[in-house]
């Protein structure tokens, strides 16, 4: 069967899985809505988390990113996994206890202020409308590629699947969908990775073949096969690190502790029957999102050596079907500097900027270019997104194995939309309608809100899917950015120091969300131009903003509360009930 | 609450930060250490056909993590048993739903 029947088979499948349980999984309650009860179990909620967790950018990008950046390629990797060590140990399990429905409620009850309740809100919809929109622009990409359906069309019809099960079904809906969601996504992550590590190194678990000999009888090692390569053409050694120390630091702890702060993720925790379940679940979730991040390094170094292998010096006019797949929807793009007729990839921009397509064609076939030459020999210019969802193909994999990698993807973007947008609408319905502004409201009028809430904002995720503002790849900094120095710092003081007060806790948000606000923004739009190491505070780039905002934020929250009156009675009492399982 | 039951509610947080703090050092060392600060210096040895330095960073940090986890998990189960704090196999999950309100409404 062609990749295209295959892939409408396999998506039609997961989609129909998808309704069927949404249809299972109704909601009854805002408790069914907003925590499912509290009666999820922690296997089921280590898996929901985990989908939840493993967006579009996992599944898609990430290895992808590393492939072009070798070893720095771990700030993802360490800084998306070592966050659910702070999770686990220093906020879960509290925030259990305290037994509400949303980060908010907890920033609003601990700092006894509807204040910070408001600012908490504010960032929560931030955060998740920034990465909502990614997610949605993924299932697009997606499915303009393989189903070869415009971009619009794709958007729809996700949105029409996520807008089916979050609206019927919230949190329990959701969770139940996710635990699906997630089989498929590690499925079809790993079935083209083993695949390929045998192919390559003769060794079926890919986290050791990329430390095992080539297959091809020579004895060398993969990575060093690898290293002497890129070192050949200008690229410097995949395994050594190229961004200042200082900077990996930083960038790894913004990643990190944004993970921990994200409100998606921590609602998740909120959803298990006890203290002991949010514990033990967090170490599911990490055990089976590490499935997947160990594999991506992996992919990565697979996908490097096998593209270099292909593109290299060969002939355009020889280059096999991907290749051309891909440069035609403007994400491979080639010009022909030496009118040798063979393909450069060296290091250095081919071009100036992202490729601008004219509509004529080179003497070769390639389609040309408008854009200036970049400042070096290099001819190809290669979107790093493409690598996962190309490497089955680079790769020479069976059809159905493609087809099994686009379900996973699509698995993926909406298994992460569908939690981000639960966030939304609780925030929106529970936290501004029912704790602010209309606190009268019976459960079933907060249960429609909340519907509502879901249903408005799977439309603005959609219109951004379709137009995407040009600066969604940058402001994926900022959501981590601003987990990190407003919700982490906060809710770590609420639990672990009784004595901050509610002045010290929205000083200390406003400042580490201004800097690093204005630190992320500065850079990235105001002067890009200085957006350099030597411009950078302390070598810091915009994308480690988080760690300094989140020091920033400690140092203030801390020195405020010194001079302002200790917090009530009853928030000290709060604060001891929610430090012991059972009390 | 009692003498004797906030005596004991002191010690179990001060066990338990102990512990966050033992576990945490691993962490910053596995992952800080070994995959940033000192990865150049560990690159020196291999492994098969990794690097040290490297392998930390891309594999050996996770694989840490995902211990440090479980261990924190048998741990906090063994101390909130010390306690007796440990919540019951058939307990139904705790609808601990107080808020602010409902404690000041409580307290005379």
Known sequence: ?583 | MNEDKSHSARDYWKENVTLVLKLLSVWFVVSYGMGILFADFLDQYQVFGFRLGFWMAQQGAIYVFVALIFIYVRQMNILDKKYGVEEDEGDTPIEDKKTIEDIRREEP
């Open chain 1, 1 to 583: 069967m062609d990749i295209q029947t295959l892939t409408y088979i396999f998506v039609g499948g997961t989609f129909a899985l998808y309704i069927g349980i949404a249809i299972w999984a109704k909601a009854g309650t805002t408790d069914d809505f907003y925590v499912a009860g509290h009666h999820v179990h922690p296997l089921a909620n280590g898996m929901a988390t985990a989908a939840d967790w493993m967006s579009a950018a996992s599944f898609i990008s990430m290895a992808g990113l590393i492939s072009f950046m070798g070893r720095d390629g771990a700030m993802y990797l360490m800084g998306w996994t070592g966050g659910y060590v702070l999770l686990a140990l220093l906020l879960a399990p509290y925030l259990r206890k305290f037994g509400q429905f949303t980060v908010p409620d907890f920033v609003g009850d601990r700092y006894y202020s509807n204040a910070a309740r408001t600012v908490a809100v504010i960032c929560a919809l931030f955060v998740s409308f920034t990465y909502v929109a990614g997610q949605m622009r993924g299932v697009g990409i997606v499915f303009s590629r393989f189903l070869e359906v415009d971009i619009t069309t794709g958007v729809i019809i996700g949105m029409s699947i996520v807008f089916f099960y979050a609206v019927l079904g919230g949190m329990k809906g959701i969770t139940y969908t996710q635990v699906a969601q997630y089989c498929v996504l590690i499925f079809a992550f790993m079935v083209p990775a083993i695949f390929i590590s045998i192919l390559m190194t003769g060794n079926p678990v890919p986290q050791l073949g990329f430390g095992s000999q080539l297959a091809d009888g020579s004895g060398t090692y993969l990575l060093d096969k690898l290293n002497g390569l890129s070192v050949e053409l200008g690229f410097g050694e995949y395994t050594d690190g190229r961004k200042s120390t200082f900077d990996m630091f930083c960038i790894t702890a913004a990643l990190m502790v944004g993970t921990a702060g994200l409100p998606h993720v921590i609602v998740r925790f909120f959803t298990v029957p006890k203290v002991r379940d949010a514990r033990l679940s967090a170490g599911y979730a990490l055990i089976l999102i590490a499935i997947l991040y160990t594999t991506a390094p992996a992919v990565a170094s697979f996908a490097r050596l096998n593209l270099i292998n292909t593109v290299s010096n060969a002939e355009y006019t020889a280059t096999p079907q991907w290749f051309k797949n891909w440069e035609a929807i403007d994400l491979i793009a080639w010009r022909d500097k030496n009118n040798d007729g063979k393909i450069q990839y060296i290091a250095g921009d081919a071009f100036v900027g992202k490729p601008a397509f004219d509509s004529g064609a080179g003497a070769n076939g390639e389609r040309l270019l408008s854009n200036q030459n970049g400042n070096s020999d290099n001819e190809l210019y290669i979107d790093q997104d493409i690598m996962v969802l190309a490497n089955p193909e680079i790769a020479d994999l069976p059809n159905w194995v493609i087809a099994l990698v686009v379900a996973g993807g699509l698995a993926a973007a909406l298994s992460t939309a569908a939690g981000l947008l639960l966030v939304i609408s609780t925030s929106v319905a529970h936290d501004l309608f029912k704790k602010m502004l209309l606190p009268d409201i019976t459960d079933k009028q907060e249960l429609t809100f909340a519907r509502m809430a879901v249903a408005i904002a799977v439309l603005i995720a959609g219109y951004f899917g379709i137009n995407p503002p040009g600066f969604v790849a940058q402001v994926v900094a900022f959501a981590f950015g601003l987990a990190a120095s407003t919700f982490f710092p906060i809710i770590l003081m609420g639990i672990f120091y009784k004595r901050m007060n509610k002045e010290g806790a929205i000083a200390g948000m406003i400042s580490g969300l201004l800097f690093t606000l204005i630190y992320i923004v500065y850079f990235k739009f105001i002067d890009p131009s200085a957006n350099n190491a030597s411009h950078w505070w302390f070598g810091v780039s915009p994308e480690g903003a988080g760690a300094l905002g989140m020091t920033l934020n400690f140092i203030v929250a801390y020195g405020v509360s010194r001079f302002t009156p200790a917090p009530p009675e009853e928030v000290l009492n709060m604060v001891e009930r929610i430090r012991v399982p059972r009390s």
